[in-house]
């Protein structure tokens, strides 16, 4: 019998190994023939603490709780049962092994136990989700619509099959008298318990079985993971590693060609702008493709797929690691790409199973010559693994990002597509030419006049402070961003002026700019226009270092109230050598009222409201108490939306969409505002002038078809504080510290 077992064990062992290592071989270097890519391995203590608290942690999945704790068991599953086939494959040689040490411990075999037991229910409780979830009922209100569910479904049939068999191995073992463990192994006593009445030479037999396909089903789980979407099991953690550090959130990523950045004022000839073609794609990047597990949060989240356009995220993802994997023996082997354009492909696309045909139209599986020769952005017409639609759907919200378990750079892949298809193919939506135009010409995406920059500044009873030499006076504190929405929307003018009366109150020593101002660049960035994002950008920066020359790092501090600002000047302006510490005006708000620079006096009865998180200023640079902070502190009673803080819809303005026209499903800021008159409160009250437009347009709608209160009111937080600081008698004095 142990001869049999040895054979039989290390035969199909060494059979399934020679098949994984080929399939390990070929995805290496398929991730290898990406473009290089640097700043991966920085900061190796971050990165182990990441590991530590993301991967063995558990901390982005345990947000989402019962999936999160059932994975958090599973995954530890694997780990401790590594001990269970230490054990099988030391019984295949000798039946009386066990682990070194370790081997007899009642703490060790009541985890075995206790750990597969664990998993068990874990698989149940994912069963139990996959079931309510199931996208043929649910259609696109699943987080599992266009995953492979039959996929899934086999690999927690494999996970059952682990542990049906472990206990079948370890019940026998220890009615043959072979088990290493006298207690603690609670469940395998109770498995012996019922295979007992089978009889000695049974136990005998079937402890040979139960080992055998314990370590078969091993085996066979071993070649489904590596050629599956279970493949995160393994690179998961090496995706985790490799993260843009601390998230692939907040400012863009500089463009680089060939692993190094382009010098946009003398491009290489051999440059390539963007991602034209799947092998484009830097290796981590195709690292992202192969990691992807198909849960769909970043799809449950997704303010495009929320509202019916065919952008889901998880799809872009699965789209390109179909497209990478097909033109695999073209990238890494000697083959050359086949004509194939004169092949239907929607043809192909159609009746292939659970395909998604709100995804542009439907995804092309198989990895046929037919998917890799697809272009990587097109039409249905022309096959394109990503159609247009789906390019242009991107708010750039970043919720896909904050909610993946895996660490996936979705805006980053997103935004890279778009510089491709604006600066090589100039093919974008047309609504963007007037926006290049405007920026271009006038620097503001309106087109206004330059000189009108301060008419928000009219009427004021204090005079506005501007900057009049190049550089600020030795006592100036903050130089004030009023933005392009602040100087020329009407609501965005009321922000400002309602944060420079704060300002004017606490005596906080500003300037503007004034007609010094250009647009920051976010627009263009986040719409793929790189080069005219760059011209704006050094336009600023050079207006920011000669107004801060010789003032050391902690005094060059600007405040703004716009979040794409914030973000901008304050984490891509380094980029371009611009340092300055930027902050929101709710923060230093904020800080005003803790140091009782500015006094709020809360009404008796204060208004109901509900706030907005702006996405630039929560998901992607986490700033979320402040301004809940002082809406608080001005005495208004707060609701919370359904969706808020790192959760929060967005509301449909951001990653130039503002400039573009939504065409397609419910327009996102309805869906946002629907939500907020839900919650029933009298005023909406946000921090970022693109939101307030937006939520603004929103509620006319809603409040012209009679859905909302005509009272109901979308606010800037600043303006809240300012009512309920005049209310405070005296006004401090000017000036006073
Ligand atoms: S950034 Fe926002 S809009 Fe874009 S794919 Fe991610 S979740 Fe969707
Ligand atoms: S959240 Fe991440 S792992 Fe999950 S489907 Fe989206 S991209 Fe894939």
């Not at 191995?169 to 290493?180: A, D, I, K, L």
């Not at 994997?325 to 239907?344: C, E, W």
């Not at 505002?673 to 437009?693: H, K, L």
Request: aromatic share 8%.
């Amino acid at each position: 019998m142990m001869a049999v077992r040895l054979v039989i064990g290390l035969g199909l062992t060494i059979l399934t190994l020679v098949f994984a290592g080929r399939r390990v071989w070929w995805l290496y270097t398929l991730i290898r023939s990406g473009q290089p890519t640097g700043g991966r391995t920085a900061d190796v203590g971050a990165r182990l603490r990441t590991q530590l608290v993301e991967v063995f942690g558990q901390r982005r999945l345990l947000r989402w709780t019962i999936p999160g704790l059932a994975h958090f068991f599973t995954f530890w599953g694997f780990v401790v049962l590594i001990t269970v086939y230490i054990e099988a494959y030391g019984v295949l040689f000798d039946e009386q092994f066990a682990i070194p040490l370790i081997g007899h411990s009642p703490v060790l075999g009541f985890l075995q136990d206790f750990i597969a037991l664990a998993v068990l229910a874990s698989i149940i409780t994912f069963a139990v989700m996959r079931v309510r979830q199931a996208p043929e009922r649910r259609q696109r209100a699943s987080r599992f619509y266009g995953s492979h569910t039959g996929g899934a479904w086999l690999i927690l049939f494999m996970i059952f099959n682990v542990i049906w068999t472990l206990f079948l191995f370890r019940g026998t073992e220890v009615n043959n008298g072979t088990f290493p463990y006298r207690s603690g192994a609670f469940a395998s006593d109770g498995a012996a318990a019922l295979l007992a009445p089978l009889g000695a030479g049974t136990n005998q037999i079937l402890e040979t079985v139960g080992l055998l396909l314990h370590i078969g089903v091993m085996l066979a789980f071993l070649i489904i993971v590596l050629y599956s979407k279970h493949l995160h099991i393994f690179i998961a953690p090496i995706n985790v590693a490799a993260k843009r550090m601390p998230k692939a959130l907040g400012p863009l990523l500089p463009m680089e060609s060939g692993g190094k950045e382009i010098d946009f004022e003398d491009p290489g000839e051999d440059d390539v702008f963007g991602r034209g073609k799947i092998e484009d794609f830097t290796w981590k990047g195709m690292l992202d493709f192969a990691t992807c597990t198909e849960c769909g949060r970043c799809q449950s989240q997704c303010p495009a797929w929320n509202t019916g356009k065919p952008l889901s995220p998880k799809l872009v993802i699965m789209d390109l690691r179909d497209h990478l994997f097909a033109k695999a023996p073209y990238l890494i082997g000697d083959q050359a790409v086949p004509d194939h354009s004169d092949v239907d492909v929607l043809a192909l696309a159609a009746g292939n199973g659970h395909h998604v045909p709100e995804s542009g139209f439907g995804r092309v599986p198989g990895s046929g010559p037919e998917q890799a020769t697809r272009p990587l952005v097109g039409t249905a017409e022309t096959g394109g693994v990503i159609d247009p639609d789906v390019l242009w759907s991107c708010t750039t919200c970043g919720a896909c990002v904050e909610q993946c378990p895996v660490d996936i750079e979705h805006v980053d892949h997103i935004v890279d597509m778009r510089r491709y298809q604006v600066m090589i193919e100039a093919e974008f939506p047309t609504e963007l030419g007037t926006l290049f135009r405007n920026l271009e010409n006038k620097g503001n995406p309106w087109g206004q006049n330059q000189s009108a920059r301060m008419d928000w500044a009219k009427g004021l009873d204090f005079k506005v402070p501007q900057l009049t030499d190049e550089t600020l006076p030795a006592d100036v504190e903050y130089l004030f961003w009023i933005g392009c929405a602040g100087a020329y929307d009407d609501n965005a003018k009321r922000t400002v002026r309602a944060t420079a009366e704060l300002l004017h109150i606490a005596g906080v020593n500003y300037v503007v700019l004034g007609d010094g101002e250009t647009c920051n660049g976010d627009p263009a960035r986040r719409s793929g226009n790189e080069f005219l994002f760059q011209m704006l950008a050094q336009q600023n920066v050079e207006v920011l270092n000669m107004a801060f020359e010789g003032r050391e790092p902690g005094r060059r501090k600007i405040v703004t109230t716009c979040p794409h600002c914030f973000n901008t000047l304050g984490r891509e302006y380094p980029q371009l050598d611009g340092h300055y510490e930027v902050v929101h005006h709710t923060q230093l708000l904020n800080q005003l009222v803790r140091d009782k620079r500015l006094v709020p006096v809360p009404a008796a009865d204060g208004p109901a409201v509900t706030y907005h998180d702006p996405c630039y200023l929560g998901r992607h640079n986490e700033v979320y108490s402040p301004p809940r902070e002082l809406v608080g502190a001005s005495g208004a009673q707060l609701t919370e939306m359904p969706r808020h803080g790192d959760r929060s819809m967005c509301c449909g303005a951001g990653g130039a969409r503002m400039w573009m026209e939504e065409r397609i499903g419910k327009r996102v800021n309805l869906d946002r505002v629907d939500e907020a008159i839900a919650t029933g409160t009298s005023a909406i009250a946000t921090g970022c002038p693109f939101c307030r437009v937006m939520l603004t347009d929103g509620l006319t709608t809603r409040e012209a078809e009679g859905t909302a209160a005509n009272q109901t009111e979308v606010l800037d937080v600043a303006q809240l504080l300012l009512t309920s600081v005049k209310r405070s008698a005296p006004t401090p004095p000017i000036g006073s510290e």
